[in-house]
């Protein structure tokens, strides 16, 4: 376990950096456009059961893997002609489809928790795909958070949640979309979905002639989908419309606040500011009132965020 976290510039020589580091089975925290990821070689067993360490998460939970262009899913998964039409349509950027495994894919079963299944997805960032070009290989990455805690949209996060628990943090500034990746899978051969995020759910009906569904049955519990998730440490309030006595006040809209999600209402700001903004009202110590943000595009996945920072914990 290193004593503490090499912070590596985003350059050609970080990234060479955090390339070799991938190599040697370390861990490496790097940006993609919705929140830091926290890598690992997904064909290494040791690498991926430090990344479960380093985390705390529960083991049963799989993480993505992602690759430098489409053209590698074809190597770990077998691709439904649905499935390329949203990957031709949607990578690189913030869509995590979940794929049936292909034989001899390679890929540790920590990674897909032995399920039959592999999450998988091509980040638009172009430093991210940078790193995955220079490692050459699928990189296995859950959000670099400790887990069940606010998700990471810069180096400093990073460091605030995993400091000396990871070999390196490459710093390339804050995430532009800011909330994780709309992960898309497949019941009975439709499409369902998993997770809101990044993508919203009308771009992608518009792709497959037909809204994702809801999942039928919750096989697999993904972290995200755990009530209560993205928790800050103080109790947060929703749908507020001034601050209660001893409260911060996270805005949106006309809604002002001791911080605001958009002033302008725009929902791809409220979403890129959404985990900063709750980093820094959580240090406050004081509890925290949001503002209402509405349920359309983006809205769904920032409601959907916000809803499992205010659950009951
Ligand atoms: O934007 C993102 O998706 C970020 C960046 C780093 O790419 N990653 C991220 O990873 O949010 P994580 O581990 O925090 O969330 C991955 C989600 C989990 O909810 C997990 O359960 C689900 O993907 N997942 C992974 N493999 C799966 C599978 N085979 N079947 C169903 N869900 C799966
Ligand atoms: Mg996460």
Redesign the pocket.
């Given at each position: 376990m290193p004593d503490s976290t090499r912070i590596l510039r985003d350059d050609t020589h970080g990234i060479k950096a955090a390339a070799g580091l991938l190599g040697a089975g370390q861990l490496v925290a790097f940006a993609?456009e919705?929140?830091?990821?926290?890598g690992a070689d997904a064909r290494d067993g040791a690498a991926v059961a430090a990344v479960y360490a380093a985390k705390g998460r529960p083991s049963f939970?799989?993480?993505?893997v992602?690759l430098a262009d489409a053209a590698q899913a074809a190597a770990y998964a077998d691709m439904s002609a649905d499935a390329q039409k949203l990957a031709d349509a949607f990578w690189p950027g913030?869509l995590?489809l979940?794929v049936p495994l292909r034989a001899g894919h390679g890929l540790s079963s920590l990674v897909?928790?032995g399920?039959e299944?592999?999450?998988l997805?091509v980040?638009a960032h172009a430093r991210a795909r940078a790193l995955l070009r220079a490692f050459g290989g699928p990189v296995a990455?859950?959000?670099?958070n400790p887990s069940g805690r606010i998700?990471p949209t810069t180096a400093a996060h990073v460091i605030a949640g995993l400091d000396g628990r990871i070999a390196a943090v490459q710093d390339a500034g804050a995430c532009a979309v800011g909330v994780?990746?709309t992960?898309i899978?497949w019941e009975d051969g439709r499409a369902v979905l998993?997770?809101a995020?990044?993508v919203a759910a009308e771009e992608l009906a518009a792709i497959l002639g037909c809204s994702p569904g809801a999942p039928a049955h919750g096989g697999?519990?993904?972290?995200?989908?755990l009530r209560s998730h993205y928790a800050p440490g103080a109790a947060v309030r929703l749908n507020a419309r001034t601050a209660r006595e001893g409260e911060v006040m996270l805005g949106f809209g006309e809604i002002a606040g001791d911080m605001s999600l958009s002033e302008t209402g725009d929902l791809a700001q409220a979403a890129a500011r959404l985990f900063d903004a709750l980093h820094a009202l959580d240090a406050t110590g004081k509890p925290i009132a949001v503002a209402p943000v509405p349920e359309r595009g983006l809205g769904v996945a920032i409601n959907d965020r916000l809803r499992r920072a205010a659950a009951p914990r």
């Open positions: 993609t919705t929140v830091y990821g926290l939970n799989p993480l993505i992602h913030p995590t979940v897909t928790a399920l299944t592999v999450a997805r980040p990455a859950p959000s670099a998700s994780e990746s992960i899978g998993l997770r995020g990044g697999i519990t993904a972290p995200g989908q």
